[in-house]
């Protein structure tokens, strides 16, 4: 009878966990919803979509989210550049070349770097990082997302390197005798027949790794700039929507204005495209998971 009672009691734990989670979701898509439908009263959202100058703290207001979506996507851009070679390669060798003993003193300390505050990386960025490629590349700007790109390629590399490994880890050890079977080399192996049948799961942590980056905040702020601008030049300082959202939420902006109301516009833009990554990641993990059984 206890044991039952004890079963019955985890379970409404766990409920109360799962709808826990739905209100909070649906919390949030409630604020930015309705805040951002007061503010596509007063702004076109065919402005808000393809101007392309945002200005909407400056006497001259003009509201158009291309340069911070560009950004934002340009600091993503560099940042999966430099995390997803890097990233396949240390799952590769962790995988199928490391020694077990190796593998487990190894990633752990990968994952403290996915520990590490982001605010430190936003100081290892602007004071670190950007002096070295002033080094290499003249005239590059104090605030560039070159450098917030790449650091944020270094924060996210545990992620992919991590979950990628996990799941060559899970490919039967099958394929891989029969792989060595056929006169295969380890590294033909490695990536004719371990990747392939891992892909769903590496492409998973490439998403969900795209995602991680384009709603970094810290990074960004501290060492890509503030200066909203429709430009892919990665040595002039830029802005996005992240940057722009702590920037008004310090306070200097009058609350329920319009101006204020854009960074739940802007929320509710990033809102949707990581959910639309996040879903994407769910179908092709559905789509193109290998059966074993």
């Not at 392309?52 to 340009?74: A, Y």
């Amino acid at each position: 009878m206890s044991k039952k009672i004890t079963e019955r009691f985890i379970e409404g734990g766990l409920k109360l966990s799962a709808s826990l989670t739905i209100l909070t979701t649906i919390g949030i898509l409630w604020v930015l919803l309705s805040e951002s439908f007061i503010f596509f009263e007063e702004v076109s959202i065919v402005e808000f979509f393809t101007e392309t100058r945002w200005t909407p703290l400056f006497e001259s207001k003009h509201f158009g989210i291309m340069p911070l979506l560009t950004g934002t996507l340009l600091t993503t851009a560099i940042a999966i550049a430099v995390a997803l070679p890097v990233g396949l390669t240390i799952a590769v060798y962790l995988s199928e070349y490391a020694r077990p003993g190796f593998r487990k003193s190894v990633k752990p300390m990968l994952d403290i770097l996915a520990a590490v505050p982001t605010v430190v990386y936003g100081y290892f960025a602007l004071m670190t990082v950007t002096p070295a490629l002033q080094a290499i590349i003249p005239g590059l700007s104090g605030f560039n997302s070159l450098s917030a790109g790449i650091v944020m390629g270094i924060m996210i590399i545990p992620l992919i390197s991590s979950m990628s490994e996990d799941a060559m880890q899970a490919v039967p050890r099958s394929l891989r005798e029969a792989s060595f079977g056929m006169g295969a080399t380890r590294f033909q192996t490695s990536f004719k027949v371990i990747m392939p049948a891992a892909f769903s799961g590496i492409v998973v942590s490439v998403i969900l790794a795209i995602s991680r980056a384009i709603g970094e905040t810290m990074i960004v702020a501290i060492a890509a700039g503030q200066q909203p601008r429709l430009t892919f030049d990665p040595t002039v300082a830029i802005e996005t929507i992240t940057t722009y959202i702590v920037q008004v939420s310090l306070g200097d902006v009058a609350h329920g204005s319009v101006e204020y109301r854009t960074i739940f516009a802007a929320g509710i833009t990033l809102f949707v495209f990581t959910f639309a990554l996040n879903t994407i990641s769910f179908w092709l993990k559905k789509r193109f998971r290998e059966n074993y059984e």
